[in-house]
């Protein structure tokens, strides 16, 4: 059993919107194919990911390096002991070959596009789904439905607080009871009042959480933490610099509510420097990293081990990312909750329409792998990848 060609595309994000920082509007996700020797009703079984949302496709580093090192190794160096699958940890070494340690940036999401695709065609030659895989490989119970929150929130340039209200509100209608929104890209004082137009939608405020998406500087975290205290949102996420653990650890010992961060550390020892300088509280903070983003469930799974030796719970991550790949994931690995992106972010973002979101719960279908193929603006992508 052999993977005989590994096919690449950077896919446009449909996405015109923006947080205080990051406008999407020219945003590319890079959409890997792993084309096996293993035949199924004719037509080869394929493993297939992306390197999640949010940072760009990564079809240089997977060109130059890790797609050549892949298509190098001896085919039975990929195989699991017994031969019968495809090891994502062998995988994740033969292209990490001669890269030295640190400096996780956009590497990390490019060995998350091979990685995730090896988990993907691994279920596929099983004929299960990815969550049953990730469950069963890492010993987990999986729950049938997750709860999940709708991410949005965004700044618009008419009418922004009516239109803000609206997108909860679609939200709810679409079976949603727990939302996020931005703040950072207004004054402290616009972002109040956008926080309050919120709440009169949503309700209970610890049903609102609130992203900044690495904005501030320690005081201007602070000053916002005391603005907001006494709304008892649900949480505040990415107050400074992802690798500010000072920040983190200064805020938290003033802010009384929970605070999350995680989606822009990309690798082990960036989670290890969190949980030893951040001051996260048991219990408490939330944990975000994007698998898709960080090498993979093979690091990932790595990281969850760290956060659980230091004492925290694996319930306490929710994971960045909204589409199919984090859904599985966070199933397969009884995480805490997952995001959802509806109607943005496609073709990548949101779930497949057999993915049902009840009561604020999703639930991932029986579809084999990540069940990318049952997502109808991702389809026409996956065909013209594979020259369907
Ligand atoms: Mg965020």
Same mark, same amino acid.
């Given at each position: 059993?052999?993977?005989?060609?590994?096919?690449?595309?950077?896919?446009?994000?449909?996405?015109?919107?923006?947080?205080?920082?990051?406008?999407?509007?020219?945003?590319?996700?890079?959409?890997?194919?792993?084309?096996?020797?293993?035949?199924?009703?004719?037509?080869?079984?394929?493993?297939?990911?992306?390197?999640?949302?949010?940072?760009?496709?990564?079809?240089?580093?997977?060109?130059?390096?890790?797609?050549?090192?892949?298509?190098?190794?001896?085919?039975?160096?990929?195989?699991?002991?017994?031969?019968?699958?495809?090891?994502?940890?062998?995988?994740?070494?033969?292209?990490?070959?001669?890269?030295?340690?640190?400096?996780?940036?956009?590497?990390?999401?490019?060995?998350?596009?091979?990685?995730?695709?090896?988990?993907?065609?691994?279920?596929?030659?099983?004929?299960?789904?990815?969550?049953?895989?990730?469950?069963?490989?890492?010993?987990?119970?999986?729950?049938?439905?997750?709860?999940?929150?709708?991410?949005?929130?965004?700044?618009?340039?008419?009418?922004?607080?009516?239109?803000?209200?609206?997108?909860?509100?679609?939200?709810?209608?679409?079976?949603?009871?727990?939302?996020?929104?931005?703040?950072?890209?207004?004054?402290?004082?616009?972002?109040?009042?956008?926080?309050? !137009?919120?709440?009169? /939608? $949503? #309700?209970?405020?610890?049903?609102?959480?609130?992203?900044?998406? =690495?904005? +501030?500087?320690?005081?201007?975290?602070?000053?916002?933490?005391?603005?907001?205290?006494?709304?008892?949102?649900?949480?505040?996420?990415?107050?400074?610099?992802?690798?500010?653990?000072?920040?983190?650890?200064?805020?938290?010992?003033?802010?009384?509510?929970?605070?999350?961060?995680?989606?822009?550390?990309?690798?082990?020892?960036?989670?290890?420097?969190?949980?030893?300088?951040?001051?996260?509280?048991?219990?408490?903070?939330?944990?975000?990293?994007?698998?898709?983003?960080?090498?993979?469930?093979?690091?990932?799974?790595?990281?969850?081990?760290?956060?659980?030796?230091?004492?925290?719970?694996?319930?306490?991550?929710?994971?960045?990312?909204?589409?199919?790949? !984090?859904?599985?994931? /966070? $199933? #397969?690995?009884?995480?805490?909750?997952?995001?959802?992106?509806? =109607?943005? +972010?496609?073709?990548?973002?949101?779930?497949?329409?057999?993915?049902?979101?009840?009561?604020?719960?999703?639930?991932?279908?029986?579809?084999?792998?990540?069940?990318?193929?049952?997502?109808?603006?991702?389809?026409?992508?996956?065909?013209?990848?594979?020259?369907?």
């Amino acid at each position: 059993m052999r993977i005989v060609e590994v096919r690449e595309r950077a896919i446009p994000l449909q996405a015109n919107i923006k947080n205080s920082v990051v406008n999407f509007a020219e945003h590319t996700v890079s959409l890997v194919a792993l084309v096996s020797d293993v035949v199924r009703d004719g037509k080869p079984v394929v493993g297939l990911a992306f390197d999640s949302i949010g940072r760009f496709d990564q079809s240089g580093i997977l060109r130059s390096r890790f797609i050549p090192r892949l298509q190098a190794a001896e085919p039975a160096s990929l195989l699991t002991e017994d031969g019968t699958l495809f090891s994502p940890e062998k995988v994740l070494a033969t292209i990490m070959r001669n890269e030295k340690p640190g400096g996780h940036g956009d590497r990390a999401h490019a060995a998350a596009a091979i990685e995730l695709a090896v988990w993907d065609l691994n279920a596929k030659l099983l004929g299960i789904p990815a969550w049953q895989l990730i469950a069963r490989h890492f010993g987990v119970q999986p729950v049938d439905a997750m709860p999940v929150y709708a991410a949005g929130g965004y700044y618009y340039p008419e009418d922004n607080l009516g239109r803000l209200q609206d997108e909860m509100r679609q939200y709810q209608d679409l079976g949603y009871v727990r939302f996020k929104m931005k703040i950072g890209g207004a004054p402290l004082k616009e972002d109040v009042a956008r926080i309050e !137009a919120a709440l009169k /939608v $949503v #309700g209970d405020p610890r049903h609102l959480a609130v992203d900044a998406n =690495g904005r +501030f500087d320690t005081s201007t975290a602070i000053a916002y933490g005391r603005a907001m205290q006494d709304f008892g949102l649900r949480w505040y996420e990415e107050p400074g610099n992802p690798l500010d653990y000072a920040l983190m650890s200064e805020l938290g010992a003033v802010y009384p509510h929970r605070l999350a961060t995680g989606e822009n550390l990309f690798s082990v020892a960036d989670v290890e420097n969190l949980v030893r300088f951040g001051g996260m509280r048991e219990g408490l903070d939330y944990f975000q990293m994007d698998p898709g983003l960080s090498y993979g469930i093979t690091e990932f799974a790595r990281m969850v081990a760290v956060m659980e030796k230091h004492g925290y719970s694996r319930k306490e991550v929710h994971p960045h990312g909204g589409h199919m790949l !984090a859904l599985h994931i /966070v $199933v #397969g690995l009884g995480l805490g909750g997952s995001e959802a992106y509806p =109607g943005v +972010f496609s073709p990548f973002g949101g779930y497949t329409p057999g993915c049902r979101v009840v009561g604020g719960t999703v639930s991932p279908t029986q579809a084999p792998g990540f069940g990318l193929e049952e997502k109808p603006d991702l389809m026409p992508h996956i065909a013209d990848l594979l020259g369907r």
